[in-house]
């Protein structure tokens, strides 16, 4: 079975400076997904950002990117340029290739000061 | 294209009811994947529909039930209701298959059990 572990309960960061999330997972799975979802108090469940197992590259998406440590299972996020409508929870999820169900870890909550 | 739908929006049940939720998958998406969100947590899987059939299960016991209409909507039935049943539902749909990985959430329903 697979875990997904976030450590941090709680961030916050200045608007316009920079906050990194971090993740880890346990899996004894070689092909698999790997993703940050963002939740705002609208509840919408949104995909920040997918890292697909098999690329060494780290992907990115405007102001957020990712740190993917196949080796050490270590997969965090850092958000550039924070902004007020980053504020919200964010879940690391997890799913083997052709598997049926994402795996999340607990959450981070991100608060954005002005 | 039509995101993820979902109703109603939230209910209030009492101990040993029945609810039914409901979920109308995204423009093309064959395949629903049903999550239960307690508060403060990470969303746990309860089971995906895939062409009107069951295609996984996690670990719920089997008053959560399910179905798949041949438009690909889909509800969750629960039976007996007990107050840990209450929490955030989520639908997620995706193409299924190789392209499971890829699911895309709905806005919830709020159940609230007393």
């Known amino acids: 079975a697979q875990t997904v572990t976030q450590s941090q309960p709680e961030m916050s960061v200045q608007e316009a400076e920079t906050v990194t999330l971090s993740c880890t997972y346990d899996t004894s799975e070689n092909n698999y997904y790997l993703f940050w979802y963002k939740q705002p108090p609208s509840r919408q469940m949104i995909l920040v950002i997918r890292?697909?197992?098999?690329?060494?590259q780290n992907a990115t998406e405007n102001r957020f990117s990712v740190n993917f440590q196949k080796a050490a299972k270590s997969f965090s996020l850092k958000i550039s340029d924070s902004q007020l409508g980053d504020t919200a929870m964010y879940f690391c999820a997890f799913i083997k290739a052709a598997g049926n169900k994402l795996t999340f870890g607990g959450g981070t909550r991100v608060l954005v000061k002005p | 294209e039509t995101g993820v739908t979902q109703s109603p929006t939230h209910l209030i049940k009492t101990r040993g009811q029945q609810v039914t939720l409901r979920c109308s998958s995204q423009s093309g998406h064959n395949t629903v994947s049903w999550y239960q969100q307690a508060l403060g947590q990470g969303p746990q899987f309860i089971f995906q529909y895939y062409r009107e059939e069951e295609n996984g299960r996690g670990n719920f016991p089997p008053r959560f039930s399910g179905l798949q209409f041949p438009n690909y909507s889909s509800e969750l039935n629960v039976n007996a209701l007990e107050l840990d049943d209450s929490a955030l539902y989520l639908c997620?749909?995706?193409?299924?298959?190789?392209?499971?990985?890829?699911?895309?959430f709905g806005p919830g329903t709020r159940l609230t059990v007393t």
């Open positions: 997620a749909s995706s193409l299924g298959g190789i392209l499971n990985y890829e699911q895309y």
């Open positions: 890292q697909e197992a098999y690329k060494q």
